[in-house]
């Protein structure tokens, strides 16, 4: 599930490594994006779309929406560039414009699971709670290896106040994370631990 084509990947290691920034994934639509149906990685809009994401990497948003978007027009049924403008539309707070763009992603792709979470990470910030644990669900049944999801539904577990919950999915978050853990959820979790055995006490 976890997919990355050969045609995007190294033009965007060598863009990186040209400009001194760092390659490494900073949002959800690098983990599995799919083949645009261009086997020319110097296709122009592959340009814009490495062009976009080094603006995300740069933090400006308003920068990379505007790549991302020619990417679209060029590749209407290309996943990558709805979910990487989603997910420019996230971090600057425009969370129905996020939940669009990833609606379009997994309409195109449905097993599109970095998609799924972050799509579950805009419905907590537009309060449709069930909405994202059915999305955080979901990406874990189709990619049970895929760490993150576990941290979001932690997250909703500890609002809900199911702590044994909670103590669960951040274990599974950490016991499989290919990245070294949030230290926020290793502090989360070892609050848990002396919550929980004070209640078997």
Do not use: C
Not at 88 to 110: C, F, K, N, V
Not at 130 to 149: R, V
Not at 182 to 187: G, L, N, Q, S, T
């Amino acid at each position: 599930m976890h997919i990355v084509t050969k045609h995007l990947i190294m033009p965007v290691l060598l863009f990186g490594l040209l400009l001194g920034v760092s390659t490494a994934p900073s949002f959800a639509q690098t983990i599995d994006i799919n083949d645009p149906g261009t086997s020319d990685p110097y296709h122009p809009a592959l340009v814009q779309y490495r062009v976009g994401y080094y603006f995300q990497l740069q933090g400006d948003h308003e920068r990379a929406i505007e790549e991302f978007t020619a990417v679209i027009e060029a590749f209407p049924n290309w996943d990558g560039g709805y979910s990487a403008r989603g997910d420019s539309y996230a971090a600057l707070g425009r969370y129905e414009l996020a939940i669009t763009d990833y609606d379009e992603a997994l309409d195109l792709t449905p097993g599109f699971v970095s998609v799924l979470y972050m799509r579950g990470r805009a419905y907590v910030a537009t309060g449709e709670i069930e909405l994202a644990g059915e999305d955080y669900a979901s990406a874990t049944q189709q990619a049970p290896s895929y760490a993150l999801p576990y941290w979001g539904m932690g997250d909703l577990a500890y609002e809900q106040g199911d702590l044994t919950a909670a103590f669960v999915f951040y274990q599974q978050y950490i016991a499989i994370t290919i990245t070294p853990p949030d230290v926020e959820v290793i502090a989360r979790v070892s609050t848990l631990e002396v919550i929980l055995s004070a209640g078997d006490a």
